[in-house]
């Protein structure tokens, strides 16, 4: 019998592929998954150090793998990611119990360190690289439906609030012929949507290709199967890439470009280098070349110095811009980046009210947009059963909108078509009407 790993993830979504990395090199080592920590022999957290509370969950969580170890004192502890970079020395010497600290450029030591800490020895492992992007390394997929492929690590871009340069590294990108091997291996597996990621794809650049090269060759590689892409930073929003995504069905409509605030006065202090009219003017040209293309959005709220001027041109941005959905977050200080030498200075109450005044105007535009689609027939792919109930299953639009059905003899990886007849904010209802492709054999 293998020996057996367990893996919490937490953040964004480069994290949860990276742990697909990190399951691979660990089998390749003879370890196998289990779902529970009380069967672990080594027990990994993928941890996110992007805003305070998320960290704070961590360490909670922290606790409890603490509490295992009390019981089962073989069992190995390791802290990846983020944190690993971020606090690695305080996690050292607060934390005891965890064996191993390893950030997202070392997980290749994975094995090695584990081995050496069952000989008692703490390990650490958080040099950041110029160059290490798991080219060779066939991530360990879980399910069979939607595959994340990383295609550039780290970020140079330095948004002041921004903790991912000193976390994650330089920006460095996968060459194009790596991802396309990538592509088609999952299209033959049966796998029915990519999304390639980045902290920024946009910038995406092999010393041959753009990132609208790479989508584009990476749309032809299978038509059955949807191309997505996150995350997009304004600045690097090219004609040419607009271009390529109106020219390819299968590329989703659905681009998420984070704003971050609606103040030109912020903008500047947050390093984003766009105004908020220059990035109107960006969305205007995509709702006009991309036919029903949805978009998303990041708001941080209560950045220092913000006022309520400030805050009041972020609402009226929202108004204009007019997303099917936003992320939104209060300001939390990081160390190392730039913004922690400005004053915090925006009252927590005065965060939680403006937080809620955004989400509350952003609800009503998201429904707005949900409601046009009632009377219309979507492509929907289904991913399974409805969380809400067992008769339903739920799935997504090309434009990534979540939509409820009863269920009716459609499998896992159909593509069907559903006509909606009511919407909420956040989900669209309705019944299937007919099936659009043949379904596809799913391979785990
Ligand atoms: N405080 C609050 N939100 C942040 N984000 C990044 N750093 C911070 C921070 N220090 C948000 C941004 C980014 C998203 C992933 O997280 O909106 O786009
Ligand atoms: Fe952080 Fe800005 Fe890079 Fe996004 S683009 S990861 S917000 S530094």
């Known amino acids: 019998m293998g020996r057996k790993m367990y893996i919490e993830t937490y953040g964004c979504q480069m994290n949860m592929a ?61 802290v990846l990611g983020c944190m690993a ?133 990476v749309a032809d590689v299978d038509q059955s199967l949807r191309i997505r892409f996150m995350t997009s930073h304004p600045q690097d929003m090219s004609d040419k890439l607009i271009a390529t995504i109106a020219s390819r ?18 903008l500047e202090l947050m390093n984003r280098t766009y105004t908020a009219d220059h990035y109107l003017n960006l969305v205007r040209k995509i709702k006009e070349t991309i036919s029903e293309i949805s978009l998303s959005t990041d708001i941080i709220t209560g950045f220092p110095t913000e006022t309520e001027d400030d805050h009041k041109q972020t609402l009226g941005l929202l108004q204009a811009a007019e997303y099917d959905g936003a992320y939104t977050f209060k300001y939390s200080p990081r160390e190392n980046t730039k913004a922690w030498s400005m004053i915090d200075d925006v009252p927590e109450e005065v965060k939680n ?41 739920c799935g997504r639009t090309d434009s990534n909108k979540m939509v409820v059905f009863p269920r009716n003899g459609d499998a896992v990886g159909d593509y069907i078509g559903v006509r909606i007849e009511r919407a909420n904010s956040a989900t669209l209802f309705g019944t299937q009407e007919h099936a659009f492709h043949q379904p596809h054999a799913i391979i785990p």
């Open 353 to 393: 009210r403006r937080l809620s005044e955004i989400i509350d105007i952003q609800r009503n535009i998201s429904l707005y947009r949900n409601r046009t689609l009632v009377g219309q027939t979507v492509e929907v792919l289904v991913e399974g059963p409805s969380k809400k109930s067992a008769a339903d299953f």
């Open 249 to 266: 069905s299968n590329i989703c409509s659905y681009i998420h470009l984070p704003v971050q605030s609606g103040s030109d006065r912020i």
């Open 85 to 217: 970079e971020r606090v690695r020395r305080d996690l050292m010497e607060s934390e005891d119990f965890v064996d191993l600290i390893v950030g997202p450029d070392e997980y290749r030591k994975l094995p090695t360190l584990i081995e050496a800490a069952r000989d008692g020895e703490r390990g650490i492992a958080v040099r950041l690289s110029r160059i290490e992007n798991y080219d060779d390394i066939i991530p360990l997929r879980t399910q069979g439906l939607s595959a994340w492929i990383p295609i550039v690590r780290g970020c140079d871009k330095f948004c002041t609030y921004c903790v991912v340069p000193f976390t994650r590294g330089r920006e460095r990108s996968r060459s194009q012929a790596n991802v396309l091997q990538e592509v088609k291996e999952v299209a033959q597996r049966g796998f029915k949507e990519v999304t390639l990621l980045g902290q920024n794809v946009n910038s995406y650049w092999d010393d041959t290709n753009d990132f609208p090269d790479l989508l584009a060759a």
């Open 18 to 78: 990276d742990t697909e990395i990190v399951l691979s090199i660990m089998h390749d080592a003879g370890f196998d998954r289990t779902d529970f920590l009380s069967s672990a022999d080594v027990a990994l957290i993928n941890t996110c150090a992007v805003r305070e509370n998320a960290e704070q969950r961590i360490i909670g969580r922290l606790g409890d793998f603490n509490h295992y170890k009390k019981s089962n004192p073989n069992v190995v502890i390791g």
